[in-house]
């Protein structure tokens, strides 16, 4: 059987904790879900925290809290996942794509800057594989920073931590992500007048569109456990960098300073990303596209020139990292990665 790229860390205190809801009879979204949210504020410094079962729906509401009209200007990376292009298409707002660094596949800051405008209504920062930014020097007053710590919960760069400076945060918390609840996402916010905002908001909605307490059940552990859960990956990928590193490939680095958790091993292919990807499916490890579905992929409508996202788009791989690789699958992947064509 092959290793799988991705595979969620269920450990015995995550089965209690979902078995516990199961025998509670409280399945739907209750008790379990704003515990879960108080622990993910505490987290984060915000002061509401809403879980729903799609990470579109989060987004959309998200979204509706922008001062924004039709036309209105939106800035983001090329390499953020497509569920935010196609809630801004449904919202009419045009998206101001800002190509990103070769070496950290994250936008800049100061290109972020370079691309305000009158128009601009929020900006969007999303880091990829536990990348943080170092925001003391940023002032973004009557622009909304939406803040997506998918891929790098519990991230900080000289102290600021990941999800500490979005007026909204968002987290996705798929199967494949850092956080899972086995689908959903949270939807938090930073201020008071936006906690009224958002409650009023999700007021509107049928009951049906939050996440049940089973799902809330898995992820309360695991936020709670985080920095120990993660400690090991943190530990894989430093293996698996000091392997990679004696082939002739590449990988992203992050702020000089970057205290990162990762969720997977992204490794900049020189060469054919097919012959990379068969060379470890013949050893039994699965690899994939590191920005499969990303903006750039599903923008057909939308000229998008973004030459650093396109290279990353289209040579940028994904091996496996997760605390239950067990030693023999670590000692291979060790292997292939050092001995990469």
């Known amino acids: 059987m092959s290793v799988p790229v991705y595979k969620p860390s269920i450990k015995r205190k995550e089965m209690d904790s979902v ?16 515990e879960t949210a108080e622990v993910l504020m505490e987290r984060t410094g915000t002061v509401a925290c809403h879980f729903f079962r799609e990470y579109e729906r989060a987004i959309e509401i998200a979204f509706s809290m922008m001062d924004a009209e039709e036309g209105d200007q939106f800035i983001l990376s090329p390499l953020v996942p497509g569920a935010y292009l ?33 128009k601009t209504r929020g900006i969007l920062l999303y880091g990829p594989f536990g990348y943080q930014w170092d925001f003391t020097e940023w002032d973004l007053s009557g622009i909304t920073l939406f803040e997506d710590v998918t891929q790098n919960f519990g991230s900080e760069v000289k102290e600021i931590k990941s999800g500490f400076m979005g007026d909204i945060v968002i987290m996705r918390m798929e199967a494949e992500d850092l956080i899972t609840c086995g689908g959903g996402s949270a939807l938090m916010v930073r201020d008071k007048d936006m906690k009224s905002f958002l409650k009023e908001i999700v007021g509107r909605y049928d009951k049906s569109i939050l996440l049940s307490d089973i799902n809330a059940a898995l992820a309360l552990v695991q936020i709670k456990d ?64 590191a920005f499969k579905g990303c903006c750039l992929e599903v923008g057909q409508d939308y000229e998008i020139h973004c030459p650093e996202a396109e290279t990353l788009v289209l040579n940028c791989v994904l091996f496996p990292l997760y605390p239950s690789l067990g030693k023999q699958n670590c000692e291979l992947i060790t292997r292939i990665l050092a001995t990469l064509p």
């Open 19 to 34: 078995l516990t809801c199961l025998v509670s009879d409280q399945i739907g979204h209750g008790s379990v879900s704003v």
């Open 86 to 118: 196609h809630i801004l298409k449904k919202m009419k707002l045009e998206p101001i794509f800002v190509d990103v660094e070769s070496h950290t596949a994250a936008v800049d800051l100061d290109d972020i800057l370079d691309r305000i405008t009158e």
């Open 226 to 289: 985080f920095e120990k859960n993660f400690e090991l990956r943190r530990e894989l990928h430093e293996l698996f960098l000091t392997s990679l590193m004696k082939s002739r490939h590449g990988y992203l680095t992050g702020h000089s300073e970057n205290i990162a958790y990762y969720s997977s091993l992204p490794v900049l292919v020189k060469g054919k990303v097919k012959e990379i990807q068969g060379y470890a499916l013949k050893k039994n490890v699965e690899t994939t596209l």
